[in-house]
């Protein structure tokens, strides 16, 4: 059974950082690629980053460059997000995110809260 466990959430100032942790269980981690998407109130859930089987290559959205590293550890069975110079707008659940035989799979997700 597939398991992915987002933790690293919270209240943090606008400016400041967190990094955004995501454990899997129950697949061959270093077989996937993995990413992590974010859906903020009363919006659609939206692609935020994704990383290779490898670690080799990355993909961000266009709003987010520059201010976040998507990262993995396959030692670990665990992909990271670390997110800098936070503002308002990126307040919302973060959910980590697998596809494996056409399926996807999703975290229970972690709240992140930028305050002013």
């Known amino acids: 059974q597939v398991r992915l466990v987002e933790s690293g959430g919270g209240l943090v100032q606008a400016g400041g950082s967190l990094r955004l942790s995501c454990a899997a269980s129950?697949?061959?981690?270093?077989?996937?690629?993995m990413g992590w998407f974010r859906q903020a109130p009363g919006k659609e859930r939206e692609f935020v980053a994704a990383?290779?089987?490898?670690?080799?290559?990355?993909n961000y959205a266009d709003s987010w460059k520059g201010r976040i590293t998507i990262s993995r550890d396959n030692a670990k069975n665990t992909v990271y997000l670390q997110m800098n110079s936070l503002k308002p707008e990126d307040t919302a659940v973060y959910y980590c995110?697998?596809?494996?035989?056409?399926?996807?799979?999703w975290g229970q997700g972690t709240q992140v809260t930028v305050s002013l």
């Open positions: 129950g697949l061959t981690f270093s077989a996937y690629a």
């Open positions: 995110n697998a596809i494996i035989d056409y399926r996807a799979y």
């Open positions: 990383i290779d089987w490898s670690g080799g290559n990355t």
